[in-house]
């Protein structure tokens, strides 16, 4: 019976404290003074338009987090492409490799990691993106399949220039070009990235979907970490055994330094963005667990 | 001083989930447990549930994470000023009250 007196409470309750007050009800004696009291409780939700904003609230602050995190790790994604060219020239760093052990294995690790949060963050976001877009679908909702083809076709764009550029080996004016590609890409990817944000932003999310995402973004925080740590030893450990992969490259050092830079800056906003969105301004489980 | 005006009647229901979650977060079970131990009085869901809305939309519990469909709310720093607040206030009647009652017996 109680069941049904539930459902006289507004959409927006029962979203937000429907789920907690089954639980409550099964593990207490349901009596006549509890039916009565539930009516009431219905009558005053509806008068009152309980709940709403705390189902709100969450939810915006769960979809706040997943963006936060996208975007940081976007922005990890571009400092971890200014590191990539360390192991370039190939026969120099495996001369490096086989002389010092310890830059492998580092090299190894920075990689590993990298590709840990890469795939997680895929893994999480593409059944998030997917759910999206049916919802956007079923709904009929423009916006979000705009937002969409948008973030592809910079995808695709970016994909296009690189392919390109492969292909082409320019001999004349090189930094040019460079440069140009340089500034062509940044600004896809900033366009798509803003496209995929506001795309969570505008889609049609449950609160309990984003909580899915938790885990996988905490993974990401962990991994964006890790990398800077690691890649961090592994700069220190070239420049003390190995400096000339330092300078061998056709950018110099200044690529690997504000490559670290801007991954120690994106792990610190993904760490912000998984605080902000699931650890409940820091009184979560997991600062609970830091405290004590 | 804040008004338990806007609270209607369940400012007294309020006061209860303040002071259950004053050392400690807890789930709605938790809440009447402890709201029963204490007091004496038996919160059916219907009305813990209207006082925790109210609560949280005056931004005096927050919630926690969901532990396995129960959820836990705490205590946030402007809902333990207001429940210092109330308590002072009922120390005050409560103390006037004794007083009077006193001074009533002896003469």
Known sequence: ?292 | MRSRRDLGHFSDASLLVLSSLADGPKHGYAMIEDIDAFSGTHLEPGTLYGAIARLERKGWITPLPAEDRRRPYRITAEGAGYLREQVATMERIAHTGATRLRVAERS
């Open chain 1, 1 to 292: 019976m109680w069941r049904v007196i539930l459902r006289l409470y507004p959409r927006a309750w029962r979203a937000r404290y429907g789920e907690e007050m089954a639980a409550l009800l099964e593990r207490q004696p349901v009596t006549l003074a509890t039916h009565v009291d539930l009516v009431l409780g219905a009558v005053d939700a509806a008068l009152h338009d309980l709940g709403r904003e705390g189902a709100m609230e969450m939810a915006e602050r769960l979809r706040g987090g997943v963006i936060t995190v996208m975007c940081a790790f976007v922005l990890f994604g571009l400092g971890f492409g200014l590191l990539a060219r360390l192991g370039d020239p190939a026969p120099l760093f495996a001369a490096a490799v086989a002389r010092y052990a310890g830059i492998g294995v580092l090299f190894s690790v920075v990689r590993d990691a990298a590709g840990l949060g890469a795939l997680t963050l895929v893994g999480a976001g593409l059944p998030i993106l997917v759910l999206a877009v049916r919802r956007a679908v079923a709904a009929g909702d423009p916006r979000v399949l705009r937002l969409l083809s948008l973030a592809v076709a910079c995808a695709v764009a970016i994909a296009g220039a690189t392919g390109a550029l492969a292909l082409w080996h320019p001999s004349h004016g090189v930094t040019a070009v460079a440069l140009t590609f340089g500034a062509v890409c940044a600004l896809l990817l900033a366009l798509g990235t803003v496209a995929v944000a506001r795309l969570v932003g505008a889609a049609d999310l449950r609160e309990r979907e984003l909580r899915l995402a938790a885990a996988p973004a905490a993974v990401v925080a962990f991994a964006m970490t890790g990398t800077v740590a690691a890649t961090g030893a592994l700069l220190a450990l070239i420049v003390a055994d190995a400096p000339g992969l330092l300078v061998s490259q056709d950018v110099g050092r200044g690529m690997f330094a504000a490559g670290l830079v801007l991954m120690g800056t994106a792990s610190l906003v993904a760490i912000a963005g998984v605080r902000r969105g699931w650890r409940d301004d820091g009184q979560g489980p997991a600062a609970r667990a830091d405290a004590a």
